[in-house]
């Protein structure tokens, strides 16, 4: 018989320990070690012929793909890839009350018009979610409900279905479901990566979508063990500030879709409303007259968008001047100062430096280098940038202005919005400067110091170039 015994495993990152300890060697993460049964039993050999022979195929096969299933919410559609593929498993997570459940009943309700949706909850009662539904007013969509929480249970009611039994099977959520085999507690490392493998391999067998609900933890990862996310086929996160109406689904993996997509909700009363244009959103409140102030026509996914940057440079009281960063990268920051200290000349060392997107928005791409200059140069000079203008580039340790991808889809974009001038850098093997009847006036630069030029007589500072 199988002697048993217990390891501790953390609950942020998988790593197994022998004994307790109040901090994880592997992650850091303070009192996540929570007991768990194991097997001291040695793994015996497999044996040779005791196996079931394994067919293959060919790459290229006579079935017909099955068509995604679209659920009509065009910023969820598009975060997918374009629908729901069957088959293949989704991993939803965000902060508690960002909208995850709301989102995805809205979703669930759009599908049942089309096929057979099943929505089974496991941290609210049936009654519950009926009021939410009919607060959402999708009280009338044929979406079947159940309260429950235990996987045997769920699996032998959805593979035991008939062949018109549910296409899309929603979760909500993996943390509350468990495995009556196992000793841990619901919400472990082992009931959850142990019930999400059961509830995907049955969906892969049976051909039905299942939409996994996952809590995040303190850092805003998906609870449990970064293995969860290599099992589904895609993790989208759901972001957002308390304090804005608005929310955005992004796609950090996707199989079947380009990664990086993100999909914009605003908030309502009625539940979560798509954002069809989110540059005109982020922008509602701009304001071309004040310093400080650069618009940057950035890429999210294949989308192009318009957000606001705004800067602050005020002098120090303290030994240590503060930088603040909000939606941005705090050591991107520090680059772009550095280099406008060191090859331009600018004195901010001893100022704080306080940097904000407008609207909570997050951005990552390098492109926004030459926005964030920009917005510098103007709070330090007082001088606003020129009216109507976006500005995009990234900006290398010497001072130049390199490329970057999406220029047509960016001054595209700024163009509907209104926008009438763009500074951009300086274009490889064509020329795109110049202006002309109706398309937007294109400023290029090469180094950081054509772009301060524009702030040089208002600062009264001597702005060098770096040469070699």
Not at 371 to 389: E, K
Request: hydrophobic share 40%; glycine share 12%; charged share 20%.
């Amino acid at each position: 018989m199988a002697k048993k015994s217990s390891q501790f495993v953390c609950q942020e990152c998988g790593a197994a320990f022998p004994k307790w300890s109040g901090q994880c060697d592997a992650c850091s993460g303070w009192n996540t070690l929570v007991e768990e049964a194991t097997n001291d039993s040695a793994p015996k050999g497999l044996g040779i012929g005791k196996g079931r022979r394994v067919s293959f195929v060919g790459l290229k096969g006579e079935g017909l793909t099955p068509p995604r299933r679209v659920t009509g919410i065009g910023e969820f559609d598009r975060v997918c890839g374009g629908g729901l593929v069957p088959g293949s498993a989704l991993l939803v997570g965000g902060d508690p009350g960002i909208g995850k459940s709301t989102v995805m009943l809205q979703a669930a309700a759009a599908l049942s018009a089309t096929a057979n949706v099943a929505y089974i909850s496991g941290e609210e009662a049936i009654e519950q979610l009926r009021m939410r539904a009919d607060r959402l007013g999708l009280s009338a969509a044929p979406v079947q409900l159940a309260a429950a929480t235990n996987i045997r249970d769920i699996v032998t009611t959805l593979d035991n279905a008939d062949a018109d039994g549910p296409k899309v099977v929603v979760i909500d959520s993996i943390q509350t479901m468990f495995l009556d085999s196992l000793d841990s507690a619901p919400g472990s490392v082992a009931q959850v990566r142990a019930s999400a493998q059961e509830l995907i391999r049955l969906a892969k067998r049976r051909g039905f979508c299942v939409i996994l609900v996952g809590h995040v933890t303190k850092d805003g990862q998906i609870a449990g063990p970064r293995v969860m996310e290599h099992m589904v086929d895609t993790v989208l996160y759901f972001e957002g500030e308390r304090s804005h109406q608005f929310r955005i689904l992004r796609a950090v993996k996707n199989r079947f879709g380009p990664t990086d997509e993100i999909g914009v909700f605003e908030m309502t009363d009625k539940g979560l409303m798509e954002v069809t244009n989110p540059s005109a959103l982020f922008l509602s409140d701009h304001h071309t007259d004040i310093s400080g102030a650069s618009v940057f026509a950035g890429m999210e996914g294949t989308r192009p968008m318009l957000v606001e940057i705004q800067t602050l440079i005020s002098p120090s009281a303290l030994g240590t001047p503060r930088r603040a960063v909000v939606g941005w990268d705090s050591g991107r920051l520090a680059m772009v100062l550095a280099v406008l200290e060191s090859r331009c000349g600018l004195a901010l060392g001893a100022n704080d430096v306080y940097l904000n997107v407008a609207g909570g928005l997050k951005i990552s791409e390098p492109a926004a280098d030459m926005a964030v200059a920009a917005a510098l140069a103007s709070s330090l000079s007082g001088v606003p940038v020129p009216p109507q203008t976006v500005v995009f580039g990234e900006i290398g340790l010497s001072g130049e202005v390199r490329a970057v991808s999406h220029t047509d889809a960016r001054l595209k974009e700024a163009e509907k919005l209104g926008f009438t001038r763009a500074i951009v850098p300086k274009a490889r093997g064509k020329k795109t400067s110049g202006t002309k009847s109706g398309v937007i006036e294109v400023q290029e630069i090469e180094h950081l110091a054509d772009l301060l030029a524009k702030f040089h007589q208002a600062t009264g500072t001597k702005i060098k170039k770096a040469h070699g």
